[in-house]
């Protein structure tokens, strides 16, 4: 048999949010997968991700909600408010679903300096909220770095006692770092869900088409390196890498994928980038600008 | 009888709040709002390097990230005595401009709009159990698909911010010195033609928060809270007076007068901290542990004073203190100035770009002072930002943030003064009790986020020498 040799960067290019989605559309219509309910729980973050999923395009918001997804809770968007958005929260759970959680899960003081709702006199909090659906959830997806590994909201000296989703839940959990998780990393996820099941994980429990190469594999600035051009300061066209670029280390697409319309990424705004969606971004990660 | 209403998840927010309203008959005579989530920015940030302050400070929040950075820098340039030139503060100012677009347009459509007419049926948008639907069938079908199409315009002005900053949320182009882009010829006509596709959606935006003032003008006198106004500016540090959009200041009781911050107190009487002091300065390095067992206390949110008054930030307070809205101190009001603000802003970027040469960067290699301090006030999206900074043997020794939504969304103060959202609430008449859209409508008109107002904390600081500003 011949042996495959495999392109680390042929996963991205196979990958886009989009194929997946079409594709996942498409079962849903034939009727041969089901548009699943899903709940995006924002708790002890900056719900900079639920804003970064609002920039998604192809496909965009509408599209997801309306074809890919039955989105039943989410504090940005929903229409209801109080207990009546917190039912339709306890009466997802009694059906199958995809639980997404944006932000870490505070511990401290049991879980009281995050309250998500108040339920018949009673304060919720996001541990509470994060173990309820996470145990009935069919598949658990930690979106952005802190619910997958604490990030930002755990930096020392972690006041709030923030630990990641899978540090809270006895089960699997998909994470999808990134701060913010790029919208195709979470909308592709969920297509594959629907359309093909579990995607391929690493050890860490990430997704490997959209986290198999390092930034570093597919820099575009990797010519630079290779002959050891470097820059000296920010704002400079060459390689971050002496600036302290996270490049390295860090597994996502970004510099094939690019941000926001695929416009951009820190490193060609001629910056380095911060490792931020390492599992230890941002105290393993500093300094972020090396002078 | 009087019963107490609390509505927890206010939802279409960024962040956690608690609205809890005392109803005697229809008419709310106690109100109190709690901000749910604390994190200890200003702990976390205490020993790390000073310049990583920028990307660090933007993960406060994710809806106005482009604020702190820009906070942040302002307060790292006034440490370090870096002074950007002309070019790269207009394109500095560009970023920003995106951020509140896209902000303004989220909150405005996405936010806003659900309390006041009926969405297509698209879940989580609908169900909208709400009683309280007023506009006649084609202007309600007309924001609805407004709706869906602000979902692309929110997008877009990320967009243009990603163009010049690498991406959004939580950008890395603004820095030290100005920027990181090498701006050229195809980037700034991207830009250009994003913000005039925004420009134009401004328009149907204004138009739209008419129509809503039109069918709602009882929310005019809903939600008049204290006519106590402030506004550190922004757009404003030009010589080029086209270029200016709102300078610093504060108005109190209609009278303008010059903004001084040393007038600034935070108080932490009603929040979920103690210390030997209820009363500090921001900069002034003074230990806060959280106790959430508290007597009294409601929030993790402390009350930011300014001579002892809590006061209003954000689109009215930048527009009336400019004298550019002779209108009231309503809920409506607050929508109707965000939405004239939107234009106003995307009008102001068109000139910034006109302005624009085709230049490099002027980054330096900054080097850091063993002893520095600074200050950096600007007003975002949601209203006046402050950052202090002070550095010492290289490190950040303490770092304060006062938020807008602090100011907005503070507690009562040890005089028992209510916050500007609760003074909001009270007196407001609850037509049903059981279905009280009221009061959500009100706290969301000033756009509050918890994210942002709830960073706070220094705990277990070992003492050093007071600074006070």
């Known amino acids: 048999m011949k042996q495959e040799i495999e392109c680390p960067l042929m996963p991205c290019k196979e990958s886009t949010a989009k194929l997946l989605s079409e594709e996942a559309i498409a079962l849903i219509r034939e009727g041969k997968a089901k548009k699943i309910n899903a709940m995006w729980l924002e708790v002890t973050g900056c719900s900079g991700n639920i804003i970064s999923f609002l920039n998604g395009e192809n496909p965009g918001l509408d599209y997801v909600l309306t074809q890919l997804i039955n989105l039943t809770y989410n504090n940005s968007l929903m229409g209801e408010e109080g207990e009546k958005a917190f039912q339709i929260f306890l009466d997802t759970l009694d059906t199958e679903f995809i639980l997404l959680v944006d932000g870490a899960v505070s511990t401290k003081d049991n879980g009281l300096y995050n309250i998500v709702a108040k339920h018949k006199g009673k304060n919720i909090t996001a541990l509470e909220a994060v173990k309820m659906a996470g145990e009935k959830a069919k598949y658990v997806l930690a979106v952005g770095t802190c619910a997958s590994h604490g990030g930002i909201s755990a930096a020392r000296p972690n006041p709030s006692g923030s630990k990641s989703v899978k540090d809270v839940l006895n089960r699997e959990v998909i994470r999808l770092p990134g701060c913010p998780c790029h919208p195709d990393w979470v909308t592709g996820t969920l297509a594959h869900l629907v359309a093909h099941g579990k995607p391929e994980l690493d050890s860490l429990g990430r997704p490997i088409i959209f986290y198999g190469a390092t930034i570093h594999d597919s820099c575009t600035r990797r010519g630079y390196f290779d002959k050891g051009i470097f820059a000296k300061k920010l704002g400079e066209k060459e390689c971050m890498f002496k600036l302290g670029c996270r490049g390295p280390v860090t597994r996502t697409d970004c510099p094939r994928r690019k941000w926001n319309g695929y416009v951009n990424w820190p490193v060609e705004a001629n910056t380095p980038c911060i490792g931020c969606a390492q599992a230890y971004f941002p105290d393993g990660m500093e300094p972020f600008v090396r002078y | ?469």
């Not at chain 2, 933007?58 to 302002?74: K, P, Q, Y």
């Not at chain 2, 542990?289 to 009350?303: L, P, R």
């Not at chain 2, 409506?332 to 040469?357: F, G």
């Not at chain 2, 706290?443 to 020498?465: K, L, N, W």
Request: net charge neutral.
């Open chain 2, 1 to 469: 009888m009087s019963k107490v209403i609390t509505i927890d998840p206010i939802t279409r927010m960024s962040g956690f709040l608690e609205i809890t309203a005392k109803v005697e008959g229809n008419l709310v005579i106690d109100a109190s709002t709690s901000g749910l989530l604390f994190r200890g920015f200003e702990k976390m940030l205490r020993g790390r390097s000073p310049l990583d302050a920028i990307y660090f400070t933007e993960r406060i929040c994710g809806i106005c990230s482009t604020a702190h950075g820009m906070a942040s820098t302002l307060a790292l340039e006034d440490a370090l005595k870096v002074f950007p030139n002309e070019n790269d503060k207009y394109i500095r100012d560009i970023l920003h401009g995106f951020e509140f677009l896209q902000n303004h347009i989220r909150h405005f459509y996405l936010y806003v709009i659900p309390s006041y007419v009926k969405l297509p049926d698209i879940h989580p948008i609908s169900p909208q159990d709400s009683k309280d639907f007023r506009l006649p069938n084609h202007l309600n079908e007309r924001i609805s698909k407004n709706y869906i199409k602000a979902i692309e315009y929110s997008r877009l002005a990320h967009e243009g911010l990603a163009v010049l900053g690498g991406k959004a949320p939580h950008n890395h182009g603004i820095f030290v010195g100005g920027v990181t882009v090498n701006i050229d010829a195809y980037k700034l006509e991207k830009v250009k033609s994003i913000i005039s596709k925004i420009k134009e959606f401004s328009n149907v935006m204004l138009e739209d928060a008419y129509i809503i003032a039109k069918y709602y003008p009882d929310y005019f006198k809903k939600g008049i809270t204290y006519p106590y106004f402030m506004s550190y500016g922004v757009f404003n540090n030009y010589h080029e007076k086209e270029l200016i959009y709102a300078n610093p200041g504060v108005s109190i009781d209609g009278k303008t007068y010059e903004l001084d911050s040393n007038k600034i107190t935070e108080n932490i009487h009603y929040a979920w901290y103690i210390s030997d002091k209820n009363v500090k300065r921001p900069g002034e390095d003074i230990e806060y542990q959280v106790d959430i067992s508290k007597k009294k206390a409601y929030t993790f949110i402390k009350a930011p004073r300014y001579e002892g008054l809590p006061m209003q930030v954000g689109p009215l307070a930048r527009l009336i203190i400019n004298g550019e809205y002779k209108g009231g101190n309503g809920t409506m009001d607050r929508i109707i100035a965000r939405a004239i603000e939107t234009k106003r802003i995307a009008e102001i970027m068109e000139i910034l770009c006109q302005k624009v040469e085709i230049k490099n960067n002027n980054q330096e290699i900054y080097s850091m002072p063993d002893k520095a301090y600074g200050v950096g006030l600007i007003d975002t999206t949601r209203g006046a930002l402050g950052h202090w900074v002070s550095i010492e043997n290289k490190v950040i020794r303490n770092y304060d943030i006062i938020t807008p939504t602090m100011w907005n969304l503070s507690p009562k103060d040890e005089k028992g003064l209510y916050g500007t959202t609760e003074k909001a609430l009270v007196g407001t008449e609850v037509k049903n009790t059981e279905d009280p859209i009221e009061l959500g409508r009100i706290a969301r008109a000033f756009d509050p986020c918890v994210s942002c107002a709830t960073h706070v904390i220094v705990e277990g600081r070992e003492p050093i020498e007071i600074r006070v500003l």
